[in-house]
């Protein structure tokens, strides 16, 4: 099982010295469905922003663990590679990790179809997780051999040692979009031609599909889905979980999305922490009660 832990988390705006997080506890396992709500405004967002390693925040206290199963993809970890401060990783390495935060909608590429672009971001997610996980001795002797002139890595050709070529990769996507129910058609279509909001979110589900992370922080995937296309989307990240395993962060201002992705935790934001947390009850009593309840119950206790 892979934990991600956000631990008495601290962050600021660098730009403005604004403290947004405020002491953020929160631990999501590998398998775990977990709703992050809150009002607007809260620090939810910034949550997200911060694990992935956003360089508008600055974490001024706290720690983002990411502890990760000794065998994933049938290769063993070494024992000293299981544990990982994601804030001393750049964003890549985050994700090669195994945490997926979201998809990066590269809008402005030209002539580059689904296919392609989620074939190259499989593969670097490969090549950047053999990086992290080769031994020192490896390196080293790497190193050694490019000094020396020899040149490891060939030019052209096939794909590199590890990394997915063409044909298997149409054998996972295939897969993956039977997993996720979608229709084939859509990986041949190109990345700037026009995915409405609907089927942008469900690019993202099929992204976490293909790159199969431990854990999946969604912000708002739910926003501005008429109700089909927000159970297409509920049905894929059910899948992430029953099929793959994946944690979840499921971030959302409303109750909606929860009838089909039943969390196993609910919390709550409120001014940068986590002020309550609770079964699936707890999305409901928000429904009933609002987020004022929530401040009131909070300040009571105080
Ligand atoms: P949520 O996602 O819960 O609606 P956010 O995390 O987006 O909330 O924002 C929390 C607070 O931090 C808000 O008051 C917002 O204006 C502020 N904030 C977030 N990011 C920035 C930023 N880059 N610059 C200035 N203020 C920001
Ligand atoms: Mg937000
Ligand atoms: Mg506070």
Redesign the pocket.
């Known amino acids: 099982m892979a934990t991600l832990e956000l631990k008495n988390l601290h962050a600021e705006?660098v730009?403005?010295d604004?403290k947004?997080l405020d002491g953020v506890d929160l631990q999501v396992n590998s398998g775990e469905i977990h709703a992050l709500m809150?009002?607007?405004?809260?620090?939810?967002?910034?949550?997200a922003k911060v694990i992935a390693g956003h360089p508008?925040?600055e974490v001024t206290e706290g720690e983002v663990i990411l502890t990760l199963d000794d065998e994933e993809y049938g290769e063993e970890i070494p024992e000293d590679k299981l544990s990982w401060n994601l804030l001393d990783l750049e964003p890549n390495e985050r994700a090669a990790l195994g945490v997926f935060l979201g998809f990066q909608y590269p809008a402005e590429i030209e002539g580059v179809t689904m296919v392609n672009f989620l074939r190259q971001a499989l593969n670097a997610k490969l090549d950047e997780r053999e990086e992290l996980f080769e031994d020192e001795d490896e390196e080293e002797a790497e190193a050694d051999e490019e000094d020396a002139g020899y040149d490891t890595s060939p030019m052209e050709g096939p794909a590199d040692e590890g990394e997915v070529d063409v044909a298997e990769f149409q054998q996972i996507l295939s897969e993956k979009m039977e997993l996720l129910d979608m229709d084939e058609k859509f990986a041949q279509r190109y990345l700037n031609a026009g995915f409405s909001g609907g089927e942008k979110k469900q690019n993202e589900v099929l992204q976490a599909a293909i790159l199969e992370p431990s854990i999946a922080v969604l912000d708002e995937i739910d926003s501005g889905l008429d109700i089909d296309r927000l159970q297409d989307v509920s049905n894929g990240i059910n899948a992430l979980r029953d099929e793959q395993g994946t944690g979840i962060l499921q971030?959302t201002?409303y109750q909606r999305i929860l009838d089909y992705v039943e969390p196993d935790h609910v919390h709550v934001?409120l001014d940068?922490e986590i002020a309550m947390s609770g079964g699936a009850e707890l999305a409901e009593k928000l429904e009933d009660k609002g987020y004022d309840w929530v401040r009131e119950e909070v300040y009571e206790a105080a």
Request: proline letters at 5%; charged letters at 15%; a negative charge.
């Open positions: 705006v730009e403005a604004e947004i809150g009002p607007n405004g809260s620090g939810k967002s910034t949550t508008a925040y971030i201002h934001m940068g």
